[in-house]
């Protein structure tokens, strides 16, 4: 306490820590993300998105590949698969190879979703990052992208 009877608020250790930083900041991404695509007039979520984009590069795949493509569960993918068919953006039908697994592919209505929202989530980028210059967004990027890539590779 001061002494007019203020408390002090000390800042905790844990909160400079790396895994309050990256929480904090899924946090900030997804606000800004749900800001944006809102006021461009839609209705999806980050993930919704990422599976999406995934399945615009990677058509007729299962979804177990999609679920390790867009670093998700099996449980929590298929419920985004289920959103997304009930959306009408993605079809799910029995896989030729393998009758146990479902193949997914976007619809027109899908692919016309991914064409309007793809330059929105690309203008948002740095929405998600205020406060860095060019040069530190790049780095920030870089830094991030090796960090995913080696917790990617410890979990296989």
Do not use: C, W
């Amino acid at each position: 306490m001061t002494r007019d009877g203020a408390r002090t608020v000390a800042a905790s250790v844990s909160l400079a820590m790396p895994g309050h930083l990256i929480r904090r900041l899924h946090q900030v991404s997804t606000l800004v993300f749900h800001r944006h695509v809102q006021a461009a007039g839609h209705d999806i979520t980050p993930v919704q998105f990422a599976a999406l984009d995934a399945l615009a590069h990677n058509p007729e795949i299962d979804q177990k590949g999609l679920a390790e493509l867009v670093a998700k569960d099996r449980a929590t993918l298929g419920t985004v698969v289920e959103r997304l068919e009930q959306k009408g953006l993605v079809t799910r039908r029995v896989s030729p190879d393998d009758k146990r697994a479902r193949v997914l592919a976007l619809t027109p209505e899908g692919e016309a979703l991914l064409a309007k929202l793809l330059p929105v989530v690309i203008a948002l980028q740095k929405d998600i990052l205020p406060g860095l210059d060019d040069d530190e967004y790049r780095q920030f990027v870089a830094l991030a992208s090796k960090v995913s890539a080696a917790a990617s590779a410890e979990r296989r």
